[in-house]
């Protein structure tokens, strides 16, 4: 006896799959608040660029929310494939409010400075300073500032984060 589903049942059940997820990813999104989504990006702004060992590294300013600007690093190898991988290199949240983007270069006591691998590996590698984070610190206390800023604007944190990392 043949147990498999038909073409026409296994069919229905994708569509039925497809409908459920685009309905829970609309949910997901709205309980994060009321994101800038019909901002258009402008292009990136060029600050400075800097030559290092075995990479170029450009200072850019982003236009990501139209809420504020995003500082972020450009770290383009010397040594790369064309067209080149790219990473986007997302720094960690654990309470080094000051650290940001630069973590890319200058690393930490438990985490090495990663610059030196992305270059060797030819990665063209983004990083961004998140809300609260870097250049986007706004008060002395960034625990408070962080937990003030997304209240403020009436989104969550989460939703706020995640809009500007991808």
């Known amino acids: 006896m043949n147990t498999s589903a038909s073409p026409d049942a296994s069919r229905a059940s994708s569509d039925e799959f497809a409908i459920y997820q685009e309905r829970r990813r609309w949910e997901l999104w709205n309980l994060l608040g009321d994101l800038p989504w019909q901002h258009e990006p402008g292009p990136p702004r060029l600050i400075s660029t800097e030559k290092h060992e075995g990479f170029t590294l450009e200072r850019l300013e982003l236009d990501l929310n139209g809420v504020e600007p995003v500082p972020a690093l450009l770290l383009v190898p010397d040594r790369r494939q064309t067209p080149a991988p790219g990473l986007l290199f997302i720094h960690w949240h654990g309470g080094m409010y000051d650290l940001g983007k630069e973590q890319l270069l200058r690393g930490a006591a438990a985490q090495p400075a990663y610059a030196p691998v992305c270059a060797e590996k030819g990665l063209v590698t983004l990083?961004?300073?998140?809300?609260?984070?870097?250049?986007?610190?706004?008060?002395?206390?960034?625990?408070?500032?962080?937990?003030?800023?997304?209240?403020?604007?009436?989104?969550?944190?989460?939703?706020?984060?995640?809009h500007d990392d991808v």
């Open 127 to 162: 990083a961004i300073d998140s809300w609260c984070f870097g250049e986007r610190k706004h008060e002395a206390d960034g625990h408070t500032g962080e937990e003030d800023a997304f209240k403020l604007m009436g989104v969550a944190r989460a939703g706020a984060l995640g």
